[in-house]
């Protein structure tokens, strides 16, 4: 019998590193109909649709103005309170959200997956674009506040770093798209999980320097647990950059960095083991 | 290039019964423990076979185990079983929606699987966009979807609405655009699990026509699950019969249907000699019911129009030697337990006279009127003046659709309880 050429081989495992990422690009259509279907469903029948965008990170950074700034006395590194808090916001949103989002997406779409294949990686990966999406726009927010107070007062020193600001967003997208993958495949077995991230999130808020600059750390004790913390170095370093205040090195953005890409690979294999046969558990 | 279109090859999937959550933790380290020591997975020896019949001692049941069938390019295969047998379960490893836990299944050509209609609908899109986004889902890109966009409106008839978000739809019209849009997939495999129960039953004569159209028309390699078994034998070229998760025939689609019906034997010979809810003297008592065809030959589907005949054995405790007038009744009951009709000797010229060496009684009916469902029979007798033996419940059939009236169309259920012949002129 001659030498048959089979397109595809279905069996129990898949070799570790097969992220089949040909695969998803294959199904790319499908993922910006995730994202789009994200949006529409999102605001279709809400009044004030996409304002929602704005509304929701203003409140937050009034919120922290008050409790932190005013009720609390924290210190703001003597930046303007309303710009040093949605900088924080704006950034931690993203990766606060897309990580909720991304670990729930077994549990969420189980019907869906239960019935029909299609990479699963397309619906994670949409989840980031259509967050992705919703930053720029309250990034935009971020920008008009920030010019503001770049034009009308010299409290802020923006410097070259921001060159660097669509790196540190890549690094917290792909860093929530692990987490979250990791999250959602360990979910579909122990749904404790699922609460544990829930506070988790907000947890590691207090752990990365957003309320707070990282300077007014003096316990060396504390310090060492933010800075383990990767994701400090990139909040940290996009407040440097656009309001000049704060503390920037490269040694801790590379650090965050090659955690990212460890949790993003790990997230990947785990994710990829799970998809095939979680239907049987969730 | 081999005309195989798929290959499976020692096929099982094992699964844990009861509760998942207790003790998972505890077994997956007892599993990954056996795997870093290169050992047999502990929890998959235990496994046995599925038979959800009978209570089985291990948590594990190996849902398929050991199947092997080929299918060729172009063919059109149907795969049968009872509930339970693994259909479902080999659906879902074909689709890849869950992994086996052994063997491979080999595969040349893209795949695509219908086990439901509407996968992914979003009840806030509207018609247009749902085509769009469970077109993308079910594998298809965004040109593909755009240069048959109009015909899958067109086949679903729901072009008025298309803008229209889906929760506003009737469930009829949601139903006709979901399989609209499966209709239209282009894959060289397509996998297709009862979505045929859709609909009323004009639509449903549209998508058992576009299935056919599908296979026949562009020589695709289909595989079909269906308990329809005259939509089975309709379509299906070949056929492979599961029991148990394990397969039990593969083979041609006609011959695959007798082996469905002999397993399901029991079903049309029932055994009466043990039953205790009767009433009567016991003069004689009922012992089986057999239906025959027009060769004599016994049968185990009964189609809508079909000729056969039933044949009541009994057991005769009449000791005289005289003639004694008797009176055979077999009612038929619908589900409802409506009583349907009646075969009688009752509507016999003469009296009908038994003796105390008769055996058994025979019914035929040439034509058979009911429709399909499902149906109940009780069967009555007395001797003289005194009830002999009545089960009210003797036993259950199925009739499926068939071609009452030659005419090439079946008889579905929805146009009616029974059929009457007759003829209609135009004058």
């Given at each position: 019998m001659q030498e048959e050429s089979w397109t595809e081989v279905i069996q129990p495992r898949t070799r570790l590193l097969d992220l089949g990422l040909a695969d998803v690009w294959r199904y790319r259509?499908?993922?910006?109909?995730?994202?789009?279907?994200?949006?529409?469903?999102?605001?279709?029948?809400?009044?004030l649709g996409p304002i929602w965008f704005f509304i929701q990170p203003l409140l937050t950074t009034i919120t922290y103005y008050i409790i932190f700034g005013r009720v609390a006395n924290l210190s703001t590194d003597a930046l303007p309170p309303l710009v040093f808090y949605i900088s924080g916001v704006t950034i931690w949103n993203y990766f606060a959200q897309t990580l909720t989002a991304t670990s729930t997406v077994f549990r969420d779409n189980a019907a869906m997956f239960g019935k029909v294949y299609f990479p699963r990686l397309t619906m994670p990966l949409s989840i980031v674009i259509s967050n992705l999406v919703r930053f720029a726009i309250q990034f935009g927010l971020f920008l008009l506040i920030w010019l503001y107070y770049v034009v009308q007062t010299d409290a802020i020193?923006?410097?070259?770093?921001?060159?660097?600001?669509?790196?540190?967003?890549?690094?917290?997208?792909l860093m929530s798209l692990g987490l979250g993958m990791i999250f959602s495949a360990l979910t579909t077995k122990y749904r404790d999980l699922a609460m544990l991230l829930t506070f988790g999130v907000q947890l590691l808020m207090y752990a990365t320097p957003v309320i707070y600059p990282l300077s007014s750390i003096t316990n060396p004790k504390y310090k060492l647990i933010i800075l383990a913390n990767p994701m400090s170095s990139i909040v940290e370093t996009f407040r440097y950059a656009f309001l000049g205040s704060g503390t920037f090195s490269w040694a801790a953005l590379a650090y965050s960095a090659v955690i990212t890409l460890a949790v993003l690979l790990a997230g990947i294999i785990i994710f990829n083991r799970v998809q095939k046969s979680f239907t049987d558990t969730v | 290039m081999s005309d195989v279109a798929i290959k499976v090859e020692n096929l099982g999937k094992l699964y844990r019964l009861g509760e998942v959550g207790t003790g998972t933790l505890s077994q997956d380290l007892n599993r990954w423990w056996a795997q870093v020591r290169g050992k047999e997975d502990p929890f998959a020896k235990i496994g046995e076979a599925n038979d959800r019949t009978k209570k089985g001692s291990s948590d594990f049941v190996w849902s398929l185990k050991d199947v092997n069938f080929e299918v060729k390019k172009g063919e059109v295969l149907g795969i049968i079983g009872r509930n339970g047998a693994g259909k479902s379960t080999l659906l879902k490893i074909l689709s890849k929606v869950t992994a086996p836990t052994t063997g491979k299944i080999k595969v040349d050509g893209r795949i695509a699987s219908l086990l439901e209609v509407g996968t992914g609908f979003h009840p806030e899109l509207t018609g247009r966009e749902n085509i769009f986004l469970n077109g993308a889902i079910l594998g298809m890109?965004?040109?593909?979807?755009?240069?048959?966009?109009?015909?899958?409106?067109?086949?679903s008839g729901v072009e008025r609405y298309i803008d229209t978000p889906v929760k506003r739809y009737s469930s009829g019209m949601y139903v006709r655009l979901a399989f609209a849009v499966s209709a239209f997939l282009e894959p060289e495999i397509l996998i297709v699990d009862e979505v045929l129960a859709v609909g009323d039953a004009e639509f449903q004569k549209k998508c058992l026509g576009r299935m056919k159209d599908v296979s026949v028309n562009d020589g695709r390699t289909v595989l079909f699950v269906s308990h329809n078994m005259a939509a089975v034998q309709q379509l299906c070229t070949t056929g492979i019969l599961l029991k148990n998760g394990q397969l039990f025939y593969d083979g041609e689609v006609r011959k695959t249907l007798q082996e469905y019906f002999a397993m399901q034997k029991n079903v049309f010979e029932s055994d009466l000699g043990s039953r205790t809810d009767r009433k009567g003297t016991g003069l004689i008592k009922f012992t089986s019911i057999e239906f025959y065809d027009s060769h004599n030959q016994p049968i185990y589907n009964i189609v809508t129009g079909q000729q056969l005949s039933l044949k009541l054995k009994f057991e005769n405790n009449i000791q005289d030697k005289k003639d004694h007038n008797v009176r055979f009744d077999v009612i038929i009951m619908d589900e409802n337990e409506n009583m349907i009709s009646m075969l009688t000797t009752f509507y016999q010229h003469n009296n009908t006279y038994i003796h105390s060496d008769s055996a058994y009684y025979t019914i035929s009916i040439p034509k058979l009127p009911l429709s399909q469902g499902n149906y109940t029979l009780g069967i009555y007798c007395k001797i003289d003046e005194d009830e002999a033996d009545w089960i009210m419940n003797a036993m259950e059939f199925t009739v499926e659709e068939g071609d009452f009236f030659n005419c090439g169309r079946v008889m579905p259920r929805g146009f009616g309880a029974v059929a009457i012949e007759h003829t209609i002129q135009l004058h």
């Open positions: 259509d499908l993922v910006m109909l995730f994202v789009r279907r994200d949006f529409v469903s999102t605001y279709k029948q809400t009044v020193h923006p410097n070259w770093l921001i060159a660097l600001t669509p790196a540190l967003i890549a690094i917290m997208g | 890109s965004k040109t593909e979807i755009r240069a048959k966009f109009d015909e899958i409106v067109d086949f």
